[in-house]
């Protein structure tokens, strides 16, 4: 797991001054963080930080600040640990110091996200994986006007995967051979590599798939992780 480095650690007796201020201690992952270093991010999220005077202007909207001001406009027992910049937060609904629940601004209401805070890293660490896998196949699939994928049969039984995001299920293309000859496993080791042109790929599968409310997989590695992506933004993309 890797996430952007910021400021030095925080001392355990810092920790304990804060700790103070707030009036209860906080959650023992984010603790141990803070005690690796200062103002760090996962993906959009930036984490706010313990102030430090050593760095004060940038740890001016510290943890303490930021959990003092507007807390009307929250649930009581929200203890904000991050932002994106949109108007949401990450944060803890205490007592519950383990779970990560986000503050939805437009819904008015707190989701969870994530069991722990290290999942939590992790997950946005996949995210930016992925992210990255699918800007690949952009990239490649427009300089070689070849898309591959798997199928069961020469014309029939495209691989895919069930959706995460509602009953629907996600096919899988990739950019190049060797991406997908990695996910010949799992059962589909009898499929066969298939080549579309890329042509074929925007004007056929692209809108047939737009009809049938399927999902894109784009590159996914071979444990089956990867960005689920509509079909309408995967055209988007392509012929932008």
């Known amino acids: 797991m890797e996430h952007q480095i910021g400021l030095p650690g925080i ?6 001054e804060v700790e103070a201020e707030l009036g209860f201690s906080l959650p023992s992952e984010l603790r141990t963080y803070f005690k690796k270093e200062n103002k760090f991010e996962a993906g959009e999220w930036q984490f706010h930080p313990i102030k430090d005077e050593q760095y004060i202007k940038r740890t001016w909207e510290d943890i303490v600040r930021v ?8 649930p009581d027992g ?20 383990e779970t990560i629940v986000l503050w939805d601004h437009e819904e008015q209401e707190l989701f969870p996200v994530a069991p722990t805070l290290v999942v939590f890293l992790e997950q ?6 992925s992210a990255i896998q699918a800007d690949e196949f952009f990239e490649t699939v427009l300089e070689t006007g070849s898309v591959y994928g798997l199928s069961k049969l020469k014309q029939s039984g495209w691989a895919y995967c069930p959706s995460n995001q509602d009953e629907s299920d996600v096919l899988l293309f990739f950019s190049t051979e060797e991406g997908a000859r990695a996910c010949q496993t799992n059962g589909w080791e009898n499929y066969h590599l298939v080549r579309l042109d890329l042509d074929v790929f925007t004007d056929g599968w692209l809108p ?3 009809q049938d409310g399927l999902y894109c997989g784009l590159n996914w590695d071979a444990s089956l992780q ?11 993309e392509l012929e932008g």
């Open 11 to 16: 001392t355990e007796e810092r920790l304990q």
């Open 78 to 97: 929200f203890f904000r640990i991050a932002a994106d910049g949109s108007g949401d937060e990450l944060g803890y609904l205490l007592p519950d110091a």
């Open 226 to 236: 990867g960005l689920e992506l509509s079909p309408e933004n995967v055209l988007e």
């Open 208 to 210: 047939n798939m737009i």
């Open 124 to 129: 946005e660490q996949q995210l930016l994986e």
């Open 67 to 74: 959990n003092s001001t507007d807390a009307e406009d929250y």
